[in-house]
């Protein structure tokens, strides 16, 4: 289902419409190297989506269900932005500390700052320019990114342009790649 708004277009899983073709780079801090091409469409979804099992698709926006809260309990029971990305990197076998916001921008340890993404890595959005309070997302390919939101209470799929129409998210705070463990060390 693509969902429409008057600012642009939201993709929606599942897509059911041929929406375009890109080509992924598979980045080195993923494990592997190359190249494919895929069709973001109903039958095959763009760089690691297509590897997300379905369960993720349907965790719901629960904000008081961040990282690091006692009692977590089952993903299922809902997450919010920052869990819900943090347990999608844990799927792919990346580990990150239970981060706040504004303590997942000053990590230099498990973390790092980059200046244009690639997939897996977290896009920050926010309000303002500063890092509390942070909507947190992972970049997929093609300038869209994957997130948990509030607004539509689902795991989604947005273009970069989604995010800049929407005064809550019109930021792009920072990129943040979550490092390797033989490279972290204490900064």
Not at 65 to 76: A, F, I, K, S, T
Request: overall charge neutral; hydrophobic content about 40%.
């Amino acid at each position: 289902m693509v969902l429409m708004d008057r600012e642009g277009w939201s993709l929606v899983f599942p897509p059911t419409e041929l929406v375009s073709r890109i080509v992924l780079t598979i980045p080195s801090h993923l494990g592997s190297v190359g190249s494919m091409s895929a069709p973001l469409g109903a039958d095959r979804l763009i760089g690691f989506l297509k590897d997300l099992p379905p369960f993720y698709w349907t965790i719901p926006y629960v904000g008081k269900r961040y990282p690091g809260v006692p009692n977590e309990g089952d993903l299922g029971e809902g997450a919010n932005c920052q869990r819900y990305s943090f347990s999608v990197l844990a799927f792919f076998a990346f580990t990150i500390p239970d981060f706040r916001s504004s303590d997942l921008w000053q990590d230099t340890v498990a973390t790092r700052r980059v200046s244009s993404p690639e997939p897996l890595d977290l896009l920050l959005f926010n309000r303002s320019d500063g890092p509390w309070g942070v909507h947190v997302g992972l970049y997929v390919a093609d300038n869209a990114v994957l997130h948990l939101c509030k607004e539509v209470g689902f795991p989604q799929v947005w273009k970069l342009e989604d995010f800049s129409q929407r005064p809550r998210y019109r930021y792009l705070v920072g990129i943040k790649r979550v490092r390797a463990v033989e490279e972290r060390t204490h900064r």
